[in-house]
């Protein structure tokens, strides 16, 4: 069975060497003219892989194993920072109080949602400060062990219908007109 490091590790390796951001480029640029063969994009573009660079420090949850393979991407909706744009947050639920007592990193977003990091378990979590708006009992959508994880089965696997809530819980799937989505099928990360 392949570590969630190693399907991180391959699966960017894969889209480097497809040139994945070249199509993707390429199918936004369709998209704009009014193809919409590819599916619909959101508004920053589907797919960003920056140069890799060193860590510059211990960092939980494999979050320096991600930079050593690209500092910052963005995957559809799902987006990682760069290393120097790693900051302290607070999660709090809808009365503005903490969640719990852990030391929370904000290390990117999810649409206009909160991508976070426990500083110390490098536990990762998806989670919506508006929840109570889509009458959800809480706003942690998903969390992973760590940053392999979330890369190798949502960012890049069959689990990122899950970004935006529950399925069951959507008004349609959204996933099936996603270009990012679409894409990970069409090079065989997601089999439906």
């Known amino acids: 069975m392949v570590s969630h490091l190693e399907g991180m590790v391959g699966k960017i390796a894969l889209l480097r060497e497809l040139d994945a951001v070249g199509e993707m480029e390429r199918r936004w640029d369709e998209w704009e003219d009014g193809n919409e063969e590819y599916g619909e994009f959101s508004a920053d573009g589907p797919l960003s892989l920056d140069d890799c660079v060193e860590p510059d420090g211990e960092w939980a949850g494999g979050l320096g194993d991600f930079w050593r393979l690209t500092n910052g991407a963005t995957f559809g909706s799902l987006w990682i920072h760069r290393q120097g744009q790693i900051r302290p ?104």
């Open 89 to 192: 947050t607070s999660v709090v639920d809808s009365l503005g109080e903490p969640i719990d007592d852990r030391n929370w990193l904000s290390i990117g977003s999810v649409d206009e949602q909160a991508l976070v990091m426990d500083a110390d378990s490098g536990t990762v979590m998806i989670y919506w400060y508006l929840y109570f708006k889509h009458r959800w009992d809480s706003g942690v959508v998903f969390e992973c062990a760590d940053i392999p994880e979330l890369i190798d089965t949502v960012a890049l696997g069959p689990k990122y219908p899950l970004t935006f809530g529950p399925p069951e819980r959507q008004k349609s799937p959204w996933w099936e007109r996603d270009s990012w989505y679409l894409y990970l099928c069409e090079i065989g990360l997601i089999h439906r």
